[in-house]
């Protein structure tokens, strides 16, 4: 098989043939996916999967279309080109077309891919659910999955861009949940390296939080001191770096209108990308290399995301579209986290979140899997689970202590600490388990 960046080249020459005005750019991404799930304290299934996927786009002047395959015969390639220029000269003109980009300089020394992680065969995967399972007892019903892809991205473009970085993630998962249905625990971890993938640590909080919520007890709902774990605090931060458009900030549809430059949350608060200290993808879906950023320095908010379009229109420079983000460790403990706390929640994570109102960054969220009394400052008893609806940003003001150490529990380019914060809204109860 041809090297990816070769692959390309050849269809751009392709293209070239098809319309010499046209312009392109072609991505390429070859994966080898695992799989092992698991339900009722035992392995269900198992696969592995190679995919290799084209994405080409071309570009006539304004006019713009896009087209995939997965097939990389001559004569499926040629069929590739062909469509995709005929669709990009029956589109209308797309005022906000941006020219493909010419060459970008990557920087030195980034390893995202591991192949000891990427090529663990299926006896290894098993083996390590085992150990997970281990802390599952006749009083728990345990399900999860263990996901791992490996491969490599390129994108290369007829203006000069090649670009390309090898990866590899793992994803595993673990729910298990008391047999009398009251009590569920989860935890999860994703992560770029083999020696991160703690199997054994991951079956045994998910057990030991399944055991521990068991049988909870209502609370009334109402403003309360939280403690959120950083599943938790993962989905609140989510919603902040996905509101950090420039383009809605200008148009005045954003939370941010105003406030570049000013506190937007507690001085313990900082959000980076940095592919120094994050395994994130160095350039973005267009090919843009990003560069080291901190969009919230010390609660005060720094930058936001700048499309091409709206660079070009704005006069100012492009950030590219990042899918890495860090929320910088505080020097909390867990038993500091807690300290002090009269009566409060401890959240595990949320569940279902959705916007109330963008222009606030209200959001609400199911509690899930986990959510506790504590009582001068101990974690004292289950409770059931609430429905909570916070403005993010008021959450993020009011807090007041941030955790010491980072957990990936969403993504390997998610870091996030654990956070505690004030007067947090738990509306109504949830007898959801």
Request: proline residues 3%; positive net charge; charged residues 25%.
């Amino acid at each position: 098989m041809a090297a990816p960046s070769a692959e390309a080249k050849a269809i751009l020459a392709l293209v070239k043939k098809a319309d010499a005005k046209a312009e392109a750019l072609v991505n390429v991404q070859n994966t080898h996916r695992a799989n092992t799930r698991f339900a009722r304290n035992e392995i269900t299934t198992s696969a592995e999967i190679d995919d290799s996927r084209v994405s080409l786009t071309v570009q006539l002047g304004l006019r713009s279309a896009t087209a995939n395959t997965n097939q990389k015969s001559p004569a499926a390639l040629q069929a590739l080109v062909e469509r995709t220029v005929a669709m990009a000269k029956l589109s209308p003109e797309l005022p906000e077309a941006m020219p493909v980009l010419g060459a970008q300089k990557l920087g030195a020394g980034l390893t995202l891919s591991e192949d000891a992680l990427g090529t663990l065969d299926a006896a290894s995967r098993a083996k390590g659910i085992a150990a997970a399972l281990s802390h599952s007892k006749d009083e728990l019903m345990t399900a999860g999955v263990l996901e791992i892809e490996h491969g490599t991205v390129n994108r290369v473009s007829s203006a000069g861009l090649d670009v390309s970085v090898a990866y590899t993630e793992a994803g595993f998962s673990v729910t298990s949940r008391t047999k009398d249905g009251t009590g569920s625990g989860w935890n999860s971890i994703h992560t770029r390296r083999k020696a991160e993938l703690d199997f054994e640590k991951v079956g045994r909080i998910a057990a030991e939080k399944a055991r521990a919520s068991a049988k909870p007890k209502a609370l009334e709902p109402g403003r309360y001191t939280v403690v959120l774990e950083p599943a938790a605090a993962a989905t609140l931060c989510q919603y902040v770096v996905g509101s950090l458009d420039r383009r809605a900030v200008d148009e005045g549809r954003s939370c941010f209108v105003g406030k570049l430059g000013q506190r937007i949350a507690n001085e313990r608060i900082t959000f980076t990308s940095d592919t120094k200290t994050n395994p994130m993808l160095p350039f973005d879906g267009e090919g843009t290399v990003l560069a080291p950023r901190t969009w919230v320095d010390k609660g005060v908010l720094k930058e936001f995301f700048v499309s091409r379009f709206w660079a070009r229109k704005q006069n100012t420079t492009a950030t590219g579209s990042y899918d890495g983000f860090e929320v910088l460790p505080g020097d909390a403990t867990r038993e500091q986290l807690l300290s002090g706390i009269k009566r409060g929640v401890l959240i595990t994570r949320f569940w279902y979140s959705n916007f109330i109102d963008a222009k606030t960054l209200g959001v609400t969220a199911l509690t899930r899997d986990g959510t506790f009394l504590i009582e001068d400052g101990v974690v004292t008893s289950p409770i059931k689970n609430f429905r909570m609806n916070n403005s993010v940003l008021a959450a993020l003001e009011k807090v007041d202590a941030v955790g010491n150490t980072i957990e990936t529990p969403q993504s390997a380019v998610w870091r996030v600490p654990a956070l505690r914060t004030h007067e947090f809204l738990l509306a109504s109860t949830s007898d959801a388990v």
